[in-house]
């Protein structure tokens, strides 16, 4: 579906509206608003703490690049915490939501109606409510200290969302491929791997880069699981380079987060096509 | 005899439900995966959080069931649930008003530029800084706020206006609190938003320009109706999201000066890792918990989209 | 190496056979290797060893006398050992030790010109690694980011706590109740192996030391080997700008000082009512209410001991006479006098020791373990300390006007072990209550405080020569802090009293009543935690 040709053609084409410049000038200085903690972080993580004591705000030269080396040597291990969380837990996590969303969407089993609430009943049970609860099961388990006790809560957290979406996006798939499909002596399974999921890989890589945002933002759970600080992911390495690198140097903590940010930022511009074609291809609604 | 043909219809249409459940056994095996995560992780803590909060329990001693004590506590006289129920509801508001309106403000004006290029550069332009962690925003929002090497006072002073204490009084903590993340265009509401937008067939838009409809006239009688459900997704997930957050609690304010920006959650999360009282701390997470329910059955049916009306 | 190279770039070349533009596949190939190849580079241990020695003087104060000595040592000053040399010897016990302060500092540090690494611990557990080669002291380093509460509260939960971790005396009824700390008043009656002549190891600690660590049944939680005093630091520089030539000491001399610096555009006074920015609100009603309750205070003192617990406290709320409501009402107007010379902004967090450094703060209320910080990272300016002001008749008719300070066992080594140990881990008990010991021996002490800049309550242990101001005379250590000592919950009740009433959001009869009534609310929840100390 590309109706956006049509109506950039149709706005283009022969009918006067506002120029693009108006428009322009409000959005970039919106944009620019919105860019604004990110520009401050990189000015801030090239200052020494002579530069950040006499002019906090504005860039000060010459850039103190050494403050990334110092942050990238101590960031290492825990990006790849962060990237091992992040791998476990999407795989899990789709492992279980897409085979879910898919029987919720094109079979009308007994009980899909009530299975179906269950989980929208899920997005509603704050997150801070089976804060303690969870963390006594998990231990109950033997699961702390241990990389599915990252994976397995943080995949059932994101197992309501990424249903509600999916299945929406299962159900607007057309009948008669399926029909066809049937027709030939497809199984289930080989219907659902080798027609629903092509069909909808855009909103899923959508999901995934959203889920992987929200896990690498996650600090609580981890500093609950695990005893020792070296499994701790980016997010919380970073405040141990304020400790490591004493109170002396904020800028190398402020480059930190600038590296802890750097494998979602390459993650988000190599997928900012199939994460905005999956946002826009109409599936995200209630 | 009438009973009988009862009964007998009864005992049939259970055989059809079992002959149909036959048939989609392999759908109850395709939600095994995902009901043994939640029931485990979420449906078990939940029942165990309800029971818990009808005991006095500090996480190691054997609780003790005190029935409604928990729930009497937070709602007497002195109690600062009500504070942070009424700081809940202003923040809530807020946040739910903000998320429907600035990124649709964008998404609005990317939709009516003309070059395909330019949109897809603003695009970016606000989407990429979801990439920055969230605990950065709010870092470099108290460094502005700081009331003596803060940029905001450094302005003020310039003016030759007194310094404020934004997040350091209670009362402008509140204020200050919501109006960070200024100008709160959120790089996923915006994309979902153009998403609703582009949506909407091409002819209709041609039909309103053909009109002479200006664009405020058709963003409010076409654009907006037809982005509903875009709309409501966006301020369900909103309401539960912001009901449940106290990142900015843990962070920046501690529940702000007297209690001054402190939220439910906040209490809960206090009330559980500081002062070792989980009992109370369920009590305050059910009530949360019924809050969110209430709120989303009322978001579902006043928000009603422009497609339900036009069938009326 | 070289067959990988070659291997790889075709992988990324791909699509490039005729000439075409690189695409964007192959970007996200050459990126993935790259980002790939600079993961693995960072993670690359360094294969370094480098060990420096030097002899450094020291000067240590000799007991008894005004003397200071220099002594020349020979002192190892940076270790970097990441790749041992040989395979290390299978240990029977390994001992987690969270040391808080005192623990050496981590090698991966980089420390910046002028900073000095801690050591002292690692060459003491060196040495006592080798009198037991079945034994090995690992360091835990706490994690930044968390608080400790929550941290116990997982760690304890999941039974996966440091052998020996640090807690301040405050919290230890509360660990107790729970099972968080071990009775380890067995081994405290028994003689210290490592200190000749010692019948009884608790015989090595002042009082204050032995109070601390005393639960309310009697029995002992945990070992405390050096303790805290509580000054005002203030800025020399900014005094004589100011004109002040005179230190003060009475409160009314106080307040022209720092009616003065704020003429001269300082910020007089350093402080906040924020309870996680240790620690101005705590100390200061330490300080002036016990000036105000002076004699009235040994009525709560049920058990002698100099210290006023919260049993104490929750019993003598019951029977009437806890708290002393005109007192605490005093207090709060002497400090509403004060408030004109704190920060802006003073009812939450304001980072003012940072203030300090830069000039802007005159002068703040400290512990005396910033000396190791005023030391390692020296301040631009010479600094001096102050007691604290001294409330005169003529504020409070019973006012003795006497010195008080803050002088007691909130030192870098209070160390408790993690009560579940006697059933998961019995056998490990007497190992690390070993190491504790051999920690103990007064020039051990010595050592580590001589980094950690605490005062020791070890008999026979020095201090350093900066601490002098500590030695000065002072009338009585305070035996009340605050509502911290009832429950954390009650000291952040009560900082929001202050954060309400100081700016003037409440009359004075207002205030009281809702402030008796916070406390008896706070009280009751004491009580509900430990029903048998219910007074009928």
Same mark, same amino acid.
């Given at each position: ?44 993580? =090239? ?135 049937? =027709? ?103 | ?75 007497? @006289? ?42 897809? &550069? ?8 979801? &990439? ?16 003596? &090497? ?57 039909? /309103? ?20 459900? #875009? ?10 999201? @912001? ?5 900015? #609690? ?12 402190? &939220?439910?959650?906040? #209490?809960?999360? #206090?009330?559980?890792?500081? /002062? ?24 579902? /049916? ?11 | ?416 072990? %993690? ?83 100081? %700016? ?33």
């Amino acid at each position: 579906m590309e109706p956006k040709s049509t109506i950039y053609q149709v706005h283009n084409r022969k009918f006067r509206i506002s120029s693009d410049w108006t428009i322009s000038a409000a959005l970039g200085v919106l944009g620019f608003l919105t860019f604004l903690p990110l520009i401050i972080l990189l000015e801030l993580s =090239l200052k020494s703490q002579q530069q950040m004591a006499d002019a906090p705000w504005l860039p000060s030269y010459p850039f103190r690049l050494v403050n990334y080396a110092k942050a990238f040597r101590i960031m290492g291990p825990y990006i790849i915490n962060s990237v091992v969380f992040a791998l476990g837990t999407v795989t899990i996590s789709f492992a279980c939501s897409t085979p879910t969303a898919y029987s919720m969407a094109r079979y009308s089993f007994p009980g899909r109606r009530f299975f179906y609430l269950a989980i929208l009943a899920l997005l509603m049970i704050p997150g801070v409510l089976t804060l303690i609860t969870r963390f006594v099961i998990v231990v109950n388990l033997g699961l702390n200290n241990t990389n599915f006790g990252i994976w397995l809560p943080l995949a059932a957290s994101a197992q309501a969302f990424q249903i509600i979406v999916l299945r929406t996006s299962f159900a607007s798939l057309p009948e008669e491929l399926f029909e066809a499909a049937r =027709l030939d002596g497809a199984s289930e399974k080989a219907m659902l791997l080798n027609i629903a999921l092509p069909l909808a890989k855009p909103i899923m890589l959508t999901l995934i880069l959203l889920q992987i945002h929200e896990i690498w933002n996650t600090y609580i759970w981890p500093i609950m699981i695990f005893s020792r600080p070296e499994r701790y992911p980016a997010i919380l390495g970073v405040l141990s380079l304020g400790q490591l690198i004493t109170e002396r140097d904020p800028g190398a903590e402020y480059a930190g987060y600038v590296i802890a940010g750097l494998p979602m930022l390459l993650l988000f511009s190599l997928g900012s096509r199939s994460f905005i074609r999956g946002l826009t291809s109409g599936a995200v609604k209630m | 005899m009438p009973d009988r043909r009862w009964a007998m219809a009864k005992v049939g249409s259970f055989a059809k439900v079992l002959r149909r459940v036959k048939r989609y056994w392999f759908c109850y095996a395709m939600m095994s995966g995902t009901f043994a995560l939640i029931i485990t992780f979420s449906y078990y803590p939940m029942a165990s959080t309800f029971y818990h909060g009808f005991t006095i329990w500090d996480g190691f001693r054997p609780e003790r069931w005190v029935g409604m004590a928990n729930y009497r506590e937070l709602f007497s @006289s002195d109690s600062v649930f009500y504070r942070s129920l009424c700081n809940i509801a202003a923040l809530a508001t807020w946040h739910v008003f903000r998320a429907a309106s600035f990124p649709l403000l964008g998404a609005a004006l990317i939709y009516r530029i003309r070059s395909e290029r330019t949109a897809y &550069v603003f695009r970016l332009l606000f989407v990429l800084p979801i &990439v920055v962690p969230s605990v950065v925003s709010i870092l470099v929002w108290r460094r502005l706020y700081d009331p003596n &090497v803060g940029l905001f006072n450094e302005i003020l002073a310039v003016v030759g206006l007194r310094p404020l204490a934004w997040l350091n009084s209670p009362k402008t903590a509140l204020a200050s609190l919501m109006f960070m993340g200024f100008p709160w265009i959120d790089g996923v509401g915006l994309l979902v938003y153009l998403a609703g937008l582009l949506a909407i067939p091409g002819e209709i838009i041609e039909a /309103a320009i053909v009109d002479g409809a200006s664009g405020w006239r058709r963003f409010w009688s076409i654009e907006l109706p037809l982005v509903v459900p #875009q709309i409501r997704l966006i301020v369900i997930l909103d309401v539960i999201w @912001s009901l449940q957050s106290f990142g900015w #609690q843990l962070l920046v304010t501690g529940g702000g000066p007297d209690y001054a920006t402190t &939220v439910p959650a906040w #209490q809960m999360y #206090q009330a559980a890792m500081t /002062a070792g009282r989980f009992g109370i701390a369920s009590a305050i997470g059910t009530l949360l918990f019924v809050l969110i329910f209430a709120l989303t059955l009322v978001n579902n /049916a006043t928000i009603r989209s422009a497609t339900e009306y036009q069938a009326n | 190496m070289t067959l990988w190279f070659w291997k790889i770039v075709p992988w990324i070349r791909e699509e490039t056979k005729m000439g075409e533009r690189i695409t964007r596949r192959q970007l996200m190939r050459a990126g993935a290797v790259g980002g790939l190849a600079a993961l693995l580079a960072a993670c690359q241990p360094k294969v370094v060893e480098t060990v420096v020695t030097k002899v450094v003087k020291e000067t240590v104060i000799v007991e008894g006398t005004p003397e200071v000595v220099e002594k020349e040592v020979t002192r190892v000053v940076t270790r970097i050992v990441d790749a041992p040399t040989k395979a290390p010897e299978a240990k029977k016990y390994t001992i987690l030790h969270w040391g808080r302060s005192a623990a050496p500092t981590d090698p991966k540090t980089e420390l910046e010109e002028g900073q000095t690494r801690r050591v002292a611990y690692q060459e003491i557990a060196d040495e006592y690694m080798e009198l037991h080669p079945d034994v090995e002291i690992e360091w835990y380093r706490f994690p930044a980011g968390s608080s400790i509460n929550e941290w116990l509260l997982a760690r304890m939960t999941a039974q996966d706590c440091p052998d020996i971790y640090w807690a301040d005396t405050e919290d230890i009824w509360p660990h107790i109740n729970k099972n968080w700390a071990l009775d380890i008043t067995a081994y405290l009656n028994q003689p210290n192996p490592y200190v000749p002549g010692n019948e009884r190891w608790r015989d090595q600690f002042e009082d204050v030391a032995i109070v601390s660590q005393t639960g309310p049944d009697g029995k002992m939680y945990g070992v405390n080997m050096d303790g805290a005093g509580v000054m005002t630091v203030y800025n020399k520089n900014a005094f004589a700008e100011a004109g002040i030539t005179q230190e003060p000491r009475t409160w009314s001399e106080f307040l022209s000082v720092w009616q003065a610096l704020l003429d001269k555009g300082y910020i007089p006074f350093g402080g906040d009512l924020d309870g996680s920015n240790c620690c101005y609100q705590h100390w200061t009603e330490a300080h002036i209410y016990n000036q105000l309750v002076w004699d009235k205070i040994w009525d709560w003192d049920d058990d002698g001991n100099k210290v006023i617990v919260v049993k104490e406290l929750a019993q003598h709320t019951q029977m009437g006479d806890a708290l002393d409501w005109e007192s605490y009402l005093k207090m709060m107007h002497l400090v509403k006098e004060w408030t004109p010379f704190l920060p802006t902004g003073y009812e939450g967090h304001i980072d003012y020791r940072d203030l300090f450094r830069k000039g802007k703060v005159a002068m703040y209320l400290e512990g005396n373990w910033a000396l190791r910080n005023f030391k390692s990272d020296p301040l631009p300016f010479e600094f001096a300390w102050l007691p604290f002001p001294i409330i005169t008749k003529d504020i409070w008719p019973d006012s003795p006007e006497k010195v008080v300070r803050i002088q007691g066992a909130w030192g870098a080594m209070q160390y408790h072990i %993690p009560g579940y140990l006697a059933q998961t881990d019995p056998d490990k008990v007497p190992v690390i209550i070993d190491w504790l010991r051999f920690s103990s021996q007064p020039e051990n002490v010595t050592a580590l405080c001589a980094e950690t800049a605490t005062v020791p309550l070890t008999y026979g242990a020095t201090g350093v020569p900066g601490l002098a101001p500590f030695s000065q005379h002072y009338d009585r250590a305070v035996p009340y802090q605050s509502w911290a000592t009832l429950s954390s919950s009650a000291y952040q009740a009560e900082e929001a009293l202050w954060q309400a009433y100081l %700016p003037g959001g409440m009359t004075d009869a207002e205030f009281l009543e809702k402030a008796q009534r916070v406390w008896n609310a706070e009280v009751d929840k004491v009580l509900e935690a430990n029903p048998d100390w219910k007074v009928d």
